[in-house]
């Protein structure tokens, strides 16, 4: 199973606000060659660490194709860029955000890349709580938890709500 996150919390200029941008971003996958197996709710997120940031639109997709994990972060980083993406600073607002959290259960050495699994996913309720509507049989290849203990764990710590379709934008 190959899973990624996405999230912005700043309009991008060609696809507008962020939930729109990510339609366009798992569009962008699907038109790479990469199917796009299941795909959870938007949510909306707190910046973490907290911040005077917008909000975070967040989701967690599983997908299937991808060659390898460095081709596959080569192609996220190439959507990223295509829409907008600058990297001014760490944890910075953002108009597209894709990140590799896991592939197939791969760690990686000490010196590859990417770093698999995502360094910070069992930190990441945003993360979390979309994983476990996508995948929620995953486990942390490295401490064999299952989403949704780490679910437990972060629950009182971050804001995750899920969006509606009448929500206001």
Known sequence: ????????????????????????????????????????????SRPVPPSGQPWFVNAVAALAGAR???????????????????????????????????YDGRVSAPDDWPVLP????????????????VAPQWRHPVTGNSAADLLVDLADQQAVHRMGEDEPR
């Open 68 to 102: 390898d994990p460095a081709a596959l972060m080569t192609l996220l980083h190439t959507i990223e860029d295509r829409f907008g993406r600058t990297r001014s600073a760490v944890n910075a607002a953002r108009v597209v955000d894709l990140d590799l959290l896991d």
């Open 1 to 44: 199973m190959i899973l990624i996150a996405l999230g912005a919390n700043l309009p991008s200029a060609e696809f507008g606000e962020p939930r729109r941008t990510l339609e366009a971003a798992l569009t962008a996958i699907s038109q790479a060659g990469i199917v796009v197996c299941r795909r959870s709710s938007l949510y909306r």
């Open 118 to 133: 995502h360094p910070l996913i069992a930190e990441r309720a945003f993360v979390i709580v979309p994983l476990v509507e």
